[in-house]
T-cell receptor, first 109, second 117 residues
Framework: GENVEQHPSTLSVQEGDSAVIKCTYS??????FPWYKQELGKGPQLIID?????GEKKDQRIAVTLNKTAKHFSLHITETQPEDSAVYFC????????FGKGTRLHILP | KAGVTQTPRYLIKTRGQQVTLSCSPI?????VSWYQQTPGQGLQFLFE???????NKGNFPGRFSGRQFSNSRSEMNVSTLELGDSALYLC????????????????FGSGTQLSVL
């Protein structure tokens, strides 16, 4: 079955700097790659997604890139702000959505 | 539109007991998925229900079971609880297409925090 690896597990960046979270997946049949953000005490919330026929997608300060050949995809957050502090999960999907283990992002003042 | 509702919010049980968790999806959503979240393992897929049928299942023992009712509400049951079952159990609903393809956006509830003593 699908396996999703996510790195790093913890990331601290200075406010205003960029943050990058990387994921790899194992099943070449995966065709949908969402990213979720989980704030304390809440369930994960979708922030951006990308499908396998697209290489890059951007939404304001957030962008996701996909390299199907290497089975890599990444989340890029620019101009980080305190409210970006949260746990971020990548995921890959064929017939079910499988998540990585998460990255705890700290935005330092 | 109301979001995904999970009840109860917190549960404390002892080893050997059983527990039932409830999930009400967003109105109109027919697919409900369940995930177990622990600090070390992240979000692990338990199972997914669509139109009252289990469509997919993760790698959990048979002690974990679920069902879905005609109104799309879902319940998850864990029997013979073990200490390792302590976790946040998350339910997510999605508006699956008519073909049943499972790549739609998931909307999560806030979860049920289960503690097994």
């Amino acid at each position: 079955g699908e396996n999703v690896e996510q790195h790093p597990s913890t990331l601290s960046v200075q406010e205003g700097d960029s943050a990058v979270i990387k994921c790899t997946y194992s099943d070449s049949a995966s065709n949908y790659f969402p990213w979720y953000k989980q704030e304390l005490g809440k369930g994960p919330q979708l922030i951006i997604d990308i499908r396998s026929n697209v290489g890059e997608k951007k939404d304001q300060r957030i962008a996701v890139t996909l390299n199907k050949t290497a089975k890599h995809f990444s989340l890029h957050i620019t101009e980080t702000q305190p409210e970006d502090s949260a746990v971020y999960f990548c995921a890959a999907s064929t017939d079910k959505i499988i998540f990585g283990k998460g990255t705890r992002l700290h935005i330092l003042p | 539109k109301a979001g995904v509702t999970q009840t109860p919010r917190y549960l404390i049980k002892t080893r050997g007991q059983q527990v039932t968790l409830s999930c009400s999806p967003i109105s109109g959503h027919r697919s409900v998925s369940w995930y177990q979240q622990t600090p070390g393992q992240g979000l692990q897929f338990l199972f997914e229900y669509f139109s009252e049928t289990q469509r997919n299942k993760g790698n959990f023992p048979g002690r974990f079971s679920g069902r879905q009712f005609s109104n799309s509400r879902s319940e998850m049951n864990v029997s013979t609880l073990e200490l390792g079952d302590s976790a946040l159990y998350l339910c997510a609903s999605s508006l699956v297409s008519g073909t049943g393809i499972g790549d739609e956006k998931l909307f999560f509830g806030s979860g049920t925090q289960l503690s097994v003593l």
